[in-house]
């Protein structure tokens, strides 16, 4: 009970320096409408804005799965040689230098207005973190182990199998879990440059509209969701990672 | 054993070290001491990985470092038997016996199946001389194995050492002679100009004598 207060505390402080800002300043409601306002219209509105909800859900969720599988196997693929990851670290890192702004009308144009371009976008924000912890991973076992294993006279991929990759996960999940936070970043700017629903279409057009109360509610629900993805995705690797701890 | 012949101890980039030579007798038991940035370490990897200024006699080399390469979720019989996995020899029975004979001799007969997570500093470092005996080695290569052991411990390991691996080439690398002193007799001393020796390790008894070899004035 503690905890969850602890948690909620720093929402319901900004909640009421919100009302407390509209009350005072006597803010017009098209521009910051009032909290009791944002909450009404989200509960008319829910079957709407659910609907949206849903389609972004689906989104994040699928394209962290992708992003996490891709990422995961091409760290793999170029972890175990230094040369490889050299090669392809440049390409990389420009995926993700690339603003996925600049990406999106792109992604649109080849892939349509769809779930696919969205899919593709997101996909693109999480495959880096996931990639660069998960080599990260691979590179992190100590110079003494190295030695050592080297002394056993092991076969290439039993050594890859047996040790690198299993040492390698807890830095995978670590990239899991900063991919999580990141991936509603790609949907929703996959939705604002072209789409039919989704959270971000949603906000866009009641923007259009000037129903800016509908939007505040769409963004609350949006932080909602980003979090509860997150905290799943964290428990997830928690799980996981007490299964693989490395050596203190 | 092992004859190396004008080996550039120095890391390219960085102060200049010794460069060496030194012809390693099959059979010797060698402690190295020296201060911490001789390149003893250096030494010892250029061994394992090879290079054109040392001749080996033999490539089965065990080696033992001060944290222990023990897969932390794995067992301990899978770590002892870790070698033919990674090698992707088949486990006969023997050598599964071996292994938990092995096991008894470092006095973890009874943690054979215990997750290696679970053990203390100590108990890794036997789990990891396990290995090594397993793994048949002519030359067994030391560095610092017992530096972060208490002493009571390191004593119980050096014991272990004396009796498992006397039959073996050793070359231990410590900046502590008390680590070599319950267990072995000479000792060569590494400094950033030279290697010299044999010293008797009984002549480093007093700190003063041995501040004096590791500058390289004894």
Sequence with gaps: ?248 | MLTITNLDLSYPGDEPLATISWQVERGDQIALLGRSGTGKSTLLAAIIEGSPAIIKESERIAYLSQQPALLPWATVIENVLLGFKLRGDTQSSDTTEKALNLLGQVELGTHAHRQVALLSGGQKARVALARVLLEQSDLVLLDEPFAGLDRSTRIQMAALCQTLLASKTVILVTHDPRDAQDWLDTAMVLTTESIKGPYRLNEFASDRALIQALDGDL
């Excluded at chain 1, 769409?218 to 909602?224: E, R």
């Design chain 1, 1 to 248: 009970m503690n905890r969850l207060l602890s948690a909620t505390f720093p929402f319901l402080l900004l909640v009421g320096l919100w009302w407390l800002v509209v009350i005072t300043l006597e803010v017009p409601h098209f521009i910051l409408p009032s909290p009791e306002r944002v909450a009404r219209v989200l509960v008319e509105r829910l079957p709407l804005i659910s609907g949206h909800a849903f389609t972004t859900a689906s989104e994040i969720v699928c394209g962290l799965m992708l992003g996490t599988v891709l990422g995961f196997a091409v760290a793999c693929l170029i972890g175990d040689s230094k040369k490889l990851t050299q090669i392809t670290m440049p390409a990389l890192v420009i995926s993700q230098a690339l603003p996925v702004f600049a990406i999106a009308p792109i992604l649109m144009l080849w892939l349509g207005y769809g779930f696919a371009s969205k899919l593709a976008m997101t996909t693109l924000i999480v495959f880096f973190p996931v990639t660069a912890s998960t080599l990260a991973g691979f590179r992190a076992m100590p110079r003494s182990w190295e030695l050592t294993f080297q002394t056993l006279r092991p076969k290439r991929s039993q050594l890859f199998w047996f040790v690198r990759f299993p040492l390698a996960i807890p830095y995978a999940l670590s990239g899991v879990r900063v991919a999580a936070s990141v991936a509603p970043i790609g949907a929703v700017v996959g939705e604002w440059v072209g789409s039919s629903s989704g959270l971000g279409y949603l906000m866009l057009h009641a923007n259009g509209r000037g129903q800016t109360d509908l939007m505040f509610a769409a963004l609350i629900v949006l932080c909602v969701e980003a979090l509860l993805i997150w905290s799943l995705v964290n428990r997830l690797a928690n799980r996981f990672d007490q299964n693989s701890h490395f050596a203190e």
